[in-house]
Protein backbone atom coordinates (compact mmCIF):
# COMPACT_ATOMS: atom_id res chain seq x y z
CA UNK A 1 0.00 0.00 0.00
CA UNK A 2 1.60 3.27 -1.25
CA UNK A 3 -1.06 5.51 -0.51
CA UNK A 4 -2.98 7.24 3.19
CA UNK A 5 -5.42 9.40 3.68
CA UNK A 6 -6.25 11.64 6.41
CA UNK A 7 -9.35 12.70 7.38
CA UNK A 8 -10.43 14.85 9.99
CA UNK A 9 -13.98 14.52 11.36
CA UNK A 10 -16.19 16.48 13.28
CA UNK A 11 -20.28 15.44 13.81
CA UNK A 12 -19.90 13.27 10.15
CA UNK A 13 -21.51 9.73 11.32
CA UNK A 14 -23.88 10.46 8.42
CA UNK A 15 -21.25 10.15 5.98
CA UNK A 16 -18.34 8.55 7.22
CA UNK A 17 -18.96 4.57 6.73
CA UNK A 18 -19.87 5.68 3.23
CA UNK A 19 -16.82 7.47 2.34
CA UNK A 20 -14.93 4.55 4.09
CA UNK A 21 -16.35 2.43 1.87
CA UNK A 22 -15.70 4.42 -1.54
CA UNK A 23 -12.05 4.32 -0.38
CA UNK A 24 -12.07 0.92 -0.05
CA UNK A 25 -13.43 0.42 -3.19
CA UNK A 26 -10.42 2.38 -5.44
CA UNK A 27 -8.55 0.24 -7.55
CA UNK A 28 -5.49 0.80 -4.96
CA UNK A 29 -7.28 1.38 -1.49
CA UNK A 30 -4.94 4.07 0.42
CA UNK A 31 -5.09 3.19 4.48
CA UNK A 32 -7.10 5.87 5.74
CA UNK A 33 -6.04 7.73 8.85
CA UNK A 34 -9.01 9.30 10.60
CA UNK A 35 -8.66 12.08 13.66
CA UNK A 36 -12.10 12.59 15.25
CA UNK A 37 -12.61 15.30 17.38
CA UNK A 38 -14.56 14.07 20.00
CA UNK A 39 -17.43 14.17 17.99
CA UNK A 40 -20.81 14.31 20.03
CA UNK A 41 -22.87 12.36 17.35
CA UNK A 42 -20.39 9.02 17.54
CA UNK A 43 -18.58 9.57 14.79
CA UNK A 44 -15.55 8.28 16.69
CA UNK A 45 -16.97 5.39 17.74
CA UNK A 46 -18.49 4.21 14.24
CA UNK A 47 -14.87 5.30 13.45
CA UNK A 48 -13.34 2.20 15.78
CA UNK A 49 -15.94 -0.36 14.52
CA UNK A 50 -15.60 0.40 10.92
CA UNK A 51 -11.36 -0.01 12.06
CA UNK A 52 -12.12 -3.43 13.97
CA UNK A 53 -13.69 -4.34 10.16
CA UNK A 54 -10.25 -3.14 8.60
CA UNK A 55 -6.85 -3.32 9.78
CA UNK A 56 -5.87 -0.37 7.22
CA UNK A 57 -8.21 1.69 9.07
CA UNK A 58 -6.55 3.81 11.45
CA UNK A 59 -8.19 6.30 14.36
CA UNK A 60 -7.48 9.14 16.67
CA UNK A 61 -9.79 10.20 19.43
CA UNK A 62 -9.04 14.11 20.43
CA UNK A 63 -10.57 15.49 23.42
CA UNK A 64 -12.65 18.29 21.91
CA UNK A 65 -12.88 20.45 18.67
CA UNK A 66 -9.35 21.11 18.36
CA UNK A 67 -9.28 22.52 14.90
CA UNK A 68 -8.87 20.78 10.80
CA UNK A 69 -5.12 22.52 11.07
CA UNK A 70 -4.09 20.41 14.14
CA UNK A 71 -6.06 17.45 12.72
CA UNK A 72 -3.89 17.45 10.19
CA UNK A 73 -0.81 17.35 11.83
CA UNK A 74 -1.76 14.79 14.43
CA UNK A 75 -3.25 12.74 10.96
CA UNK A 76 0.01 13.36 8.94
CA UNK A 77 2.89 12.13 12.09
CA UNK A 78 0.54 9.13 12.62
CA UNK A 79 0.83 8.25 8.60
CA UNK A 80 4.56 9.11 8.61
CA UNK A 81 5.04 6.22 11.31
CA UNK A 82 4.41 4.21 8.01
CA UNK A 83 6.20 3.59 4.76
CA UNK A 84 3.47 5.41 2.51
CA UNK A 85 4.72 7.15 -0.30
CA UNK A 86 1.80 9.65 -0.51
CA UNK A 87 -0.04 10.88 1.94
CA UNK A 88 -3.47 12.42 1.36
CA UNK A 89 -5.90 15.45 2.74
CA UNK A 90 -9.72 15.09 2.20
CA UNK A 91 -13.01 16.64 4.05
CA UNK A 92 -15.36 13.59 5.42
CA UNK A 93 -18.31 15.29 3.98
CA UNK A 94 -18.31 14.18 0.09
CA UNK A 95 -17.07 17.65 -0.87
CA UNK A 96 -13.94 15.85 -2.11
CA UNK A 97 -14.82 12.84 -3.86
CA UNK A 98 -12.82 9.55 -3.81
CA UNK A 99 -13.16 9.08 -7.23
CA UNK A 100 -10.28 11.96 -7.96
CA UNK A 101 -7.51 10.14 -6.13
CA UNK A 102 -5.96 8.20 -8.46
CA UNK A 103 -5.17 11.12 -10.36
CA UNK A 104 -3.80 13.33 -7.63
CA UNK A 105 -1.67 10.18 -6.74
CA UNK A 106 -0.90 10.27 -10.58
CA UNK A 107 -0.09 13.81 -11.14
CA UNK A 108 1.98 13.81 -7.67
CA UNK A 109 4.74 11.51 -10.03
CA UNK A 110 5.87 14.85 -11.55
CA UNK A 111 5.01 17.28 -8.59
CA UNK A 112 5.59 17.28 -4.88
CA UNK A 113 2.15 18.32 -3.82
CA UNK A 114 -1.12 18.15 -6.15
CA UNK A 115 -4.01 20.27 -5.18
CA UNK A 116 -7.78 18.84 -6.12
CA UNK A 117 -8.54 22.27 -7.53
CA UNK A 118 -11.88 24.10 -8.58
CA UNK A 119 -10.39 26.87 -10.42
CA UNK A 120 -8.63 25.26 -12.91
CA UNK A 121 -10.09 24.40 -16.72
CA UNK A 122 -12.47 21.65 -16.18
CA UNK A 123 -12.66 22.19 -12.66
CA UNK A 124 -15.88 23.58 -10.73
CA UNK A 125 -18.46 23.79 -8.17
CA UNK A 126 -21.41 22.16 -8.02
CA UNK A 127 -24.59 23.20 -5.21
CA UNK A 128 -22.74 25.93 -3.65
CA UNK A 129 -24.10 29.26 -2.18
CA UNK A 130 -23.10 32.72 -3.46
CA UNK A 131 -22.00 33.73 -0.52
CA UNK A 132 -19.60 30.71 -0.03
CA UNK A 133 -18.24 30.71 -3.80
CA UNK A 134 -17.57 34.47 -3.25
CA UNK A 135 -15.85 33.53 -0.21
CA UNK A 136 -13.50 30.99 -1.61
CA UNK A 137 -12.96 33.05 -4.74
CA UNK A 138 -12.16 36.35 -2.98
CA UNK A 139 -9.69 34.57 -0.47
CA UNK A 140 -7.98 32.62 -2.88
CA UNK A 141 -7.22 36.01 -5.22
CA UNK A 142 -5.95 37.39 -2.15
CA UNK A 143 -3.81 35.14 -0.96
CA UNK A 144 -2.34 35.18 -5.19
CA UNK A 145 -1.48 38.51 -5.02
CA UNK A 146 -0.33 39.23 -1.01
CA UNK A 147 1.53 36.03 -0.80
CA UNK A 148 2.25 35.06 -4.37
CA UNK A 149 0.75 31.73 -4.17
CA UNK A 150 0.88 30.19 -7.59
CA UNK A 151 -2.07 27.57 -7.09
CA UNK A 152 -5.36 28.59 -8.26
CA UNK A 153 -6.97 27.22 -5.69
CA UNK A 154 -4.50 27.91 -2.42
CA UNK A 155 -7.57 26.96 0.29
CA UNK A 156 -8.48 23.72 -0.98
CA UNK A 157 -8.13 20.80 1.37
CA UNK A 158 -7.98 18.01 -0.93
CA UNK A 159 -4.45 17.70 -1.53
CA UNK A 160 -2.02 14.79 -2.43
CA UNK A 161 1.74 15.23 -0.80
CA UNK A 162 5.09 13.57 -1.37
CA UNK A 163 6.16 12.04 1.85
CA UNK A 164 9.15 13.72 1.78
CA UNK A 165 7.45 17.48 1.92
CA UNK A 166 5.99 16.84 5.09
CA UNK A 167 9.35 15.33 6.70
CA UNK A 168 10.79 18.87 5.69
CA UNK A 169 8.22 20.62 6.93
CA UNK A 170 8.52 21.78 10.54
CA UNK A 171 4.93 20.92 11.49
CA UNK A 172 5.04 21.62 14.66
CA UNK A 173 5.69 25.47 13.37
CA UNK A 174 2.55 26.04 11.80
CA UNK A 175 0.67 28.96 13.35
CA UNK A 176 -2.55 28.95 11.92
CA UNK A 177 -5.35 26.36 12.60
CA UNK A 178 -8.81 25.93 10.76
CA UNK A 179 -8.82 26.53 7.05
CA UNK A 180 -6.17 29.52 7.16
CA UNK A 181 -4.01 26.08 7.61
CA UNK A 182 -4.41 25.22 4.22
CA UNK A 183 -3.02 28.70 3.03
CA UNK A 184 0.16 28.78 5.50
CA UNK A 185 1.03 24.81 4.73
CA UNK A 186 0.77 26.00 0.85
CA UNK A 187 2.79 29.08 1.44
CA UNK A 188 5.75 27.39 3.62
CA UNK A 189 5.98 24.40 0.91
CA UNK A 190 6.42 26.71 -1.99
CA UNK A 191 8.87 28.70 -0.28
CA UNK A 192 11.10 25.57 0.06
CA UNK A 193 10.89 25.26 -3.80
CA UNK A 194 8.34 22.13 -4.09
CA UNK A 195 6.37 21.47 -7.50
CA UNK A 196 3.03 22.24 -6.66
CA UNK A 197 0.50 20.96 -9.23
CA UNK A 198 -3.70 21.16 -10.04
CA UNK A 199 -5.46 18.90 -11.03
CA UNK A 200 -9.36 19.30 -12.11
CA UNK A 201 -12.22 18.57 -9.51
CA UNK A 202 -15.64 19.18 -9.33
CA UNK A 203 -15.94 20.20 -5.56
CA UNK A 204 -19.73 19.74 -4.31
CA UNK A 205 -21.21 20.77 -0.74
CA UNK A 206 -21.34 18.68 1.87
CA UNK A 207 -23.94 15.80 0.90
CA UNK A 208 -25.53 15.92 4.92
CA UNK A 209 -24.64 17.04 8.06
CA UNK A 210 -24.10 20.61 8.33
CA UNK A 211 -20.95 22.83 6.74
CA UNK A 212 -18.29 23.98 9.73
CA UNK A 213 -17.26 27.54 7.78
CA UNK A 214 -18.27 30.00 10.56
CA UNK A 215 -17.69 34.13 10.60
CA UNK A 216 -14.74 33.49 12.54
CA UNK A 217 -12.92 31.13 9.99
CA UNK A 218 -13.40 33.93 7.58
CA UNK A 219 -11.27 36.56 10.08
CA UNK A 220 -8.70 33.90 10.50
CA UNK A 221 -7.72 33.44 7.05
CA UNK A 222 -7.82 37.24 6.50
CA UNK A 223 -5.57 37.06 9.31
CA UNK A 224 -3.36 34.57 7.97
CA UNK A 225 -2.92 36.20 4.64
CA UNK A 226 -1.73 39.79 6.09
CA UNK A 227 0.43 38.06 8.94
CA UNK A 228 2.07 35.70 6.53
CA UNK A 229 2.42 39.01 3.99
CA UNK A 230 3.56 41.65 6.52
CA UNK A 231 6.39 38.48 7.42
CA UNK A 232 7.30 38.11 3.92
CA UNK A 233 8.12 41.73 2.75
CA UNK A 234 9.06 43.28 6.75
CA UNK A 235 10.26 40.09 8.46
CA UNK A 236 9.45 38.92 12.38
CA UNK A 237 6.26 39.27 13.25
CA UNK A 238 2.95 41.56 13.05
CA UNK A 239 3.75 44.34 15.69
CA UNK A 240 0.36 43.66 17.71
CA UNK A 241 1.28 39.48 17.20
CA UNK A 242 1.86 38.08 20.71
CA UNK A 243 3.38 34.58 19.70
CA UNK A 244 1.42 31.83 21.59
CA UNK A 245 -1.09 34.42 23.51
CA UNK A 246 -1.78 34.85 19.59
CA UNK A 247 -2.73 31.16 18.83
CA UNK A 248 -4.64 30.66 21.93
CA UNK A 249 -7.04 33.67 21.62
CA UNK A 250 -7.54 32.80 17.62
CA UNK A 251 -8.40 29.14 18.50
CA UNK A 252 -10.88 29.55 20.99
Known amino acids: MRAAV???TYNERENIEE??????NLSEPPAIFIVDDGSPDGTGELADALAEAGSSIHVRHR?????LGTAHIAGFKDALRGDYQYILTMDADFSHHPQ???ALIEACHDYDVVIGSRYVTEGG?????LSRRVFSRT???VARVVLGLQAHDCTAGFRCYRRQVLESTDLDA???DGYSFLMEMLYRIQEQGFRIGEVPIVYEDRWQGR???????????????LRLGWSQRIGGPLPFSRDGRERSRWNM
Not at 19 to 24: D, H, P, R, T
Not at 125 to 129: I, K, P, Q, S, V
Not at 211 to 225: C, G, L, N, P
Open 63 to 67: AGKLG
Open 125 to 129: TRYCR
Open 100 to 102: YIP
Open 174 to 176: IFS
Open 19 to 24: LVGELQ
Open 211 to 225: SKISRQEVFKAMYTV
Open 139 to 141: ANL
Open 6 to 8: VIP
